[in-house]
């Protein structure tokens, strides 16, 4: 089978560019062997003495030989990490954030990958259903670890119900085999009131504490529930009380398993906390944050970056009045915060933005839309310097937002300064010397 990777950028000064390999040239294969993503690419490049057989934008094929440090890079970037194409869900999950999205916004947001390699490349979470022997005998041999595995139940037949899929209440096995193997894995839950809660959670933890010290971490995140929810299964959000449970639930464990190991190994989502209103876990207890990027932990980081930026703090000579935007839930953590901080001639005003994109019971920053901020600012009265906005909310790596509106489009509607913090020291900064 012939792969084709296909190349969007050379780095300058660099073996790519000296070869005069340009954007748009496809990798076909290294050495006489196809490479069907960058792992096997990495590998191959291993070796001191390389032939590439590259396709050129002109359609023409070429052989290019060359000596290179074991070690050495060629500089070059792809369209993809994987050069077969991306393995797609085979679920029809009860809680698909995908499936509750509206109609028209840019076609990567339809996209649900369960692609092993994104997995191990990037942290992207797999349910495992589409794995067959060759993926798994892959995984062992190049021993791909850790992987992001979405479990939300062990119990086999609940599994099958919440994902719609037959394939999918062999879980267990599976993760037996990869540990198995030698393979470290990081978990996670969808919570999802009434069917995998309460003792069903209890379950699952269990079966999955059993798996220590393989399995590294499971993150329990509450299930999200937009307004495009026509043709999903009926779901409930979760009270105060019911998040309070959790919390009490999940607690329990976490003292176990810090006796057992000095580490919590299970850890929520901050939504839980801040819907029960109870306290935010201490940064120790996050045992280095291992499921940050998955929203575990976000609040207790922040406040630790918030407590250890330093920043020279001078004021200002007229009056500024900074409006810092968050979603909902976050007006909690940050009101209080900004309060505290004094800059001599500086108004800062937090706007916890509703979520009328998505709806109310949407309420986390990351999911906020440019539409949304418009929407409230334009509504409040009183005078305005600037606006920060969450980084957080912005695609990564890109200066757009889930409606695809910019920051920029933000700063000419409103007529004024728009500016990103990304980190609590970008926030501090920009308050103490807005200009």
Known sequence: MTYKGIISNIKPDSIGAELGLVPGDRLLAVNGEPVQDIIDLSFALAEEEIELLVERVSGEQEVIAFEKDYDEELGLEFESAVFDKV??????????????????????????????????????????????????SRIARLHLSPLYISVHTTNSELRKQMLNNKQAGIIMDQLKQLTDYGIELHTQIVLCPGFNDGKELEK?????????????????????????????????????????????????????????????????????????????????????????????????????????????????????????????????????????????????????????????????????????????????????????????????GEQVFLDDMTPGEIAAKLEVPVRTAYFAQDLKQLLAAWR
């Open 87 to 136: 393995r797609h869900c085979a679920n029809k999950c009860i809680f698909c954030f995908v499936d509750q999205m509206p109609s028209g916004l840019r076609e990567s947001l339809y996209v649900k990958d369960d692609d092993y390699r994104l997995s191990f490349l990037y942290g992207n979470f797999i349910t495992l259903t589409n794995l067959n022997t060759h993926d798994l």
């Open 204 to 396: 699952t933890i269990q079966d999955l504490y059993s798996l220590r010290p393989s399995v590294l971490s499971l993150a329990i995140v509450p299930v999200g529930l937009t307004r495009f929810r026509d043709n999903c299964e009926p779901l409930d959000k979760f009270s105060a009380s019911a998040a309070g449970e959790v919390i009490e639930l999940v607690h329990k464990w976490q003292e176990k398993s810090r006796r057992d190991s000095g580490e919590s190994f299970v850890y929520l989502a901050d939504e839980f906390y801040l819907s029960a209103s109870k306290e935010i876990p201490s940064y120790e207890f996050y045992d280095g944050f291992p499921q940050l990027e998955n929203g575990i932990g976000l609040i207790r980081s922040f406040l630790a970056d918030w407590e250890q930026a330093e920043v020279p703090i001078s004021g200002y000579s007229e009056t500024h009045y900074i409006d810092v935007v968050c979603g909902v839930s976050a007006e909690k953590i940050l009101a209080p915060l900004l309060a505290d901080f004094h800059v001599p001639n500086l108004v800062i005003r937090v706007i916890a933005a509703p979520n009328n994109f998505f709806g109310k019971n949407i309420t986390v920053t990351g999911l906020l839309t440019g539409g949304d901020i418009i929407s409230v600012l334009q509504k409040l009265p009183g005078k305005r310097s600037g606006i920060i906005i969450p980084g957080v909310a912005l695609r990564k």
